[in-house]
């Protein structure tokens, strides 16, 4: 291989970015308390004692809300956090501690559920798992001994729960200078499920960074995912880009909810570069969804019931300098491209309708190929063009008055 050939990316990792998106759950003894899933890390009054009482009051009615929630939004695949930095294990940790759901009032496995749900829903498992630990004595004390609990905690994730997605893993940014062992956990982790995904978040001050040649996906943390430089790596490495509706991750008063056309558009620029958009919920202490949460990812679900098959199969094309528009081409079929047109507006009288400008013709470079025809996936609607060398003019229609969906896209057909 020449040292500037782009690796060949792994079945596996080629069938996480035909994901495109997914559905992030942050869910614990946190979600009590309506105050975040850090809470206890920033409330110094609460000593772990205290916190733990939370143990005493957790109740579940099931995982089948949050992963409806998920498929509504058109979610591929869904991670929820079986650990979190808490301690506490959301499923049957066999023996390793009594600190999990099956000896909460809750009773029983909640991974065995969350597993179960997504299959019916033909929706792909992920398990986050922490990597620190605020209760764990070991974390501080004897961290070999820690890793080992890690190291065991993670296997039962790998054996007991059929064929899952992959690991998200998050916390080793705690201990930037630890041995953590890594080669040892992600052997294991490949030895009972090879077709996992391995992503272990490398936080806010080190977005897009890779760290072990076994991580098979880099993270962008609330921060826009960049166009990915493969030539001449050892490894094709995928991109994932994880966001909050909100500013929290678990459940808490905040009504600060990003908007929906916010999202849609990073999903969109997400999938510009070929990077996946994980996009997180914080259910309610039962595990039942906020009616706002709800509602907003209905309103992607929408888009996405219109859009989704340019999201799902489009890999990056082409790209403006000048403008966010870009285009992507479908990985089954490569006579088939779609064309994402941001701020297209909104058609009807001008006593209603703002920031219409009927000057809708734009000039795109990078159409070699000659074009057969440009759809609009919404309605069908077909678009007036021009094509010289691989230069395409086009007439972009807005939306009429009747509708409004943020991002349009067009599929544009090759000859």
Request: charged letters at 25%; one cysteine or more; proline letters at 4%.
């Amino acid at each position: 291989m020449c040292s500037n050939a782009i690796p060949t990316p792994a079945p596996y990792i080629k069938d996480f970015e035909q994901l495109g998106f997914g559905m992030f759950v942050h869910y614990g003894l946190y979600s009590q308390l309506n105050a975040g899933e850090w809470v206890f890390h920033h409330d110094d009054s609460m000593p772990m004692s205290e916190y733990e009482k939370l143990f005493n009051t957790f109740q579940c009615k099931g995982m089948a809300d949050i992963v409806a929630t998920a498929k509504a939004a058109g979610c591929k695949y869904c991670c929820l956090t079986t650990r979190h930095h808490e301690g506490f294990s959301l499923y049957d940790t066999r023996g390793l501690s009594d600190f999990d759901a099956p000896h909460s009032p809750a009773g029983r496995d909640l991974i065995a559920e969350f597993v179960e749900e997504c299959r019916k829903a033909d929706i792909v498992p992920f398990f986050y798992h922490t990597t620190l630990d605020w209760r764990h004595p070991d974390f501080e004390d004897n961290f070999e001994a820690y890793l080992d609990y890690l190291y065991k905690s993670v296997e039962i994730l790998c054996t007991k729960y059929g064929k899952i997605g992959g690991l998200w893993f998050d916390g080793n940014w705690s201990k930037p200078d630890a041995d953590w062992q890594e080669d040892r956990l992600y052997k294991m982790i490949h030895h009972y499920q090879p077709d996992a995904m391995i992503i272990n978040n490398t936080g806010l001050s080190e977005r897009g960074k890779l760290g072990n040649i076994e991580i098979d996906s880099v993270t962008y943390e609330r921060g826009m995912a960049e166009p990915m430089d493969r030539r001449g790596k050892p490894k094709y490495v995928a991109g994932e880009m994880c966001e909050t509706l909100c500013d929290h991750w678990g459940v808490a008063n905040d009504i600060n909810f990003k908007p929906v056309k916010k999202l849609i558009e990073e999903l969109c620029e997400c999938r510009k570069v070929g990077a996946n958009f994980l996009l997180n919920i914080g259910p309610a202490a039962d595990a039942s969804i906020p009616t706002i949460q709800k509602g907003i990812m209905e309103c992607i679900g929408y888009w996405m019931n219109i859009y989704g098959k340019a999201i799902y199969n489009g890999r990056p094309c082409i790209t403006y300098a000048d403008k966010r528009d870009f285009v992507l081409k479908d990985i089954n079929d490569d006579k088939t491209w779609y064309l994402f047109r941001f701020d297209i507006g909104l058609k009807g009288s001008e006593n209603v309708s703002l920031g219409y400008n009927e000057n809708t013709d734009n000039m795109l470079s990078g159409f070699a190929k000659e074009v057969a025809s440009i759809t609009w996936m919404d309605n069908g609607e077909a678009l007036g063009f021009t094509q010289q060398a691989d230069k395409l003019s086009v007439n972009f229609t807005p939306f009429h008055y009747s509708t409004s969906l943020c991002v349009r896209v067009a599929e544009v057909k090759l000859k």
